[in-house]
């Protein structure tokens, strides 16, 4: 059967994702759960894509994402069943917002989930560390030791980094933007949160401290940003940390692949791998206004 053919009783609708990282295992696991026949196109050998791990005389090395700061979209992922309505909204009440425990029956089919703290310690250049957690108790006494007058700015950045993540997060990060005049219309209000200047800009406002300008801005490190580049809307990753938590997949990033890739199968799932894209097709538009749809792909071995 080729790629752009389909035969199943069950699945009536079909789908090819491009890619086989956390992204599109996701989205493979969320359509088949919602009735699509789905194939899976990933150009390395293996899947995970930047989570790709790679495997060394006995040891296996994470390439990219180590660690987990929203570990219920996780969750409600791994509990998709046939069937089961996945298009809802995320829940994100006031109760919401608050530490969960993590590990349910379906999650822990698949994968095991360990909280970490702290989480992260940060070594400095003359030997010392400050420990990131969630404690903003702990947080304070640690800025009070390094320089007891950045305190108030850490209340600032704080209210501020709050501001950020609601908008930025909560809103924004569930909002589709079908063109770029509507991206536009939020500008105002990330403008005047002042999220659109450099993460290391932003938090160099609140902190005369070299060390704590560096603690509250070195997470974007972390997914391949730099703080001096990155926009400051990065910074509700302090407050999205301190509301969930940081996480650890036991076994590392790939057994978290491993975990969704198995979830993939049993909902139906096909994957093929050495698999790289070369051209997606289009079919011809039906009427002047109409648009024109996806009729299939060519990939680099010459197969369609």
Known sequence: MSINETKSEEFHKTALIIGSGVGGLSLGIRLQSLGFKTTILEKLDGPGGRAYTKKIKGFIFDMGPTVITVPFFIEE????EIGKDNLNLPDFSSESLKSKNIGNTSTRKYVEIIPIKPFYRIYFHDKTYFDY???????????KDIEASDLEGYEKFHRDAEAIFKRGFLELGYTFFNSASEMFKVLPDLLKLDAVRSLFSFTSKYFKSEKLRQVFSFETLLIGGNPLSVPAIYSMIHFVEKTWGVHYVMGGTGALIDGMLKKYHELGGEIQYNAEVEK?????????????????????????
């Open 77 to 80: 992922l791994f509990s998709l």
């Open 133 to 143: 957690d969630g404690d903003p108790e702990n947080t304070r006494r640690q800025i």
């Open 280 to 304: 997606i097709s289009l079919s011809d538009k039906k009427t002047f206004f109409s648009k024109p749809s996806v009729s299939g792909v060519k990939l680099k071995n010459g197969k369609k």
